[in-house]
């Protein structure tokens, strides 16, 4: 690890709570996959107004992609007739996320924001008023680590490379599936290479965490297909151009 990295781990280790606190209890099954000194860190304002972070540039990013456990059997009735039946089968059931990541030295670290069931994003004026519990992560040095933050069951733990298909002013017109990064069973590292979209713009962490209150999903209520994981990340990779 270069002499820069492990100035940055240390003081970014000073300056949040225990990693045990960053999972939520969705996420508590899969703490397993996790070594001790390299768990998720939140996002805060803490973070967000470090020494550690403030001449950190994102200049690469991407959006990952892991198939969802659906419980509801109607659900999966459907899909699996829909399947049998019709020459366009649907794809998976997905979640996506948006991540980012900046160099230092010969270490990387890695910038995570989703948008899920349970969460709202506020708006300028909920902020002010209230605060705000939506938050991203950062990962430092472990690739691995960075997409297991997508992962919240232990019986799926695979994770891919979601690729954009663009038009010429940068919009995302379809998705398709690009290399693993993650395998299942064991959640192993099995790609690290070819996963990322160079940036224009190289951005900061607190330029990061300010777009996600620019995305098309602030002030809304967490709707499928509308106002869902998907939207959220498209809208992220296209803001960081």
Request: proline share 5%; with cysteine.
């Amino acid at each position: 690890m270069s002499e820069s990295a492990k100035k940055l781990s240390k003081s970014s280790k000073d300056l949040v709570h225990a990693a045990a606190e960053v999972f939520s209890p969705a996420e508590v099954q899969v703490k397993e996959f996790f070594e001790e000194d390299n768990r998720p860190i939140w996002v805060d304002s803490v973070l967000l107004n470090s020494v550690a972070y403030c001449c950190i540039r994102f200049t690469s990013k991407g959006i990952w992609g892991i198939k969802l456990q659906v419980s509801n059997d109607t659900t999966e009735g459907i899909r699996y007739g829909w399947n049998c039946l019709s020459p366009n089968p649907l794809p998976p059931i997905e979640h996506m996320a948006f991540v980012a990541r900046a160099s230092l030295g010969q270490e990387y670290i890695y910038f995570i924001a989703q948008f899920g069931r349970d969460d709202y994003i506020p708006t300028e004026e909920e902020r002010r008023k209230d605060g705000n519990k939506f938050k991203a992560f950062v990962v430092e040095r472990n690739l691995r680590h960075a997409a297991l933050c997508l992962v919240t069951n232990k019986d799926q733990t695979e994770v891919w490379l979601k690729q954009p298909v663009l038009d010429g002013e940068g919009n995302i017109l379809k998705m398709v599936d690009g290399p693993k990064i993650l395998e299942h069973p064991g959640a192993s590292l099995v790609a690290d290479k070819h996963l990322w979209t160079e940036m224009n713009n190289p951005l900061t962490l607190p330029q990061l965490n300010e777009m996600m209150f620019a995305t098309s999903n602030v002030g809304k209520k967490y709707q499928a297909m509308t106002n869902d994981c998907q939207t959220f990340a498209k809208s992220m990779f296209e803001l960081a151009s």
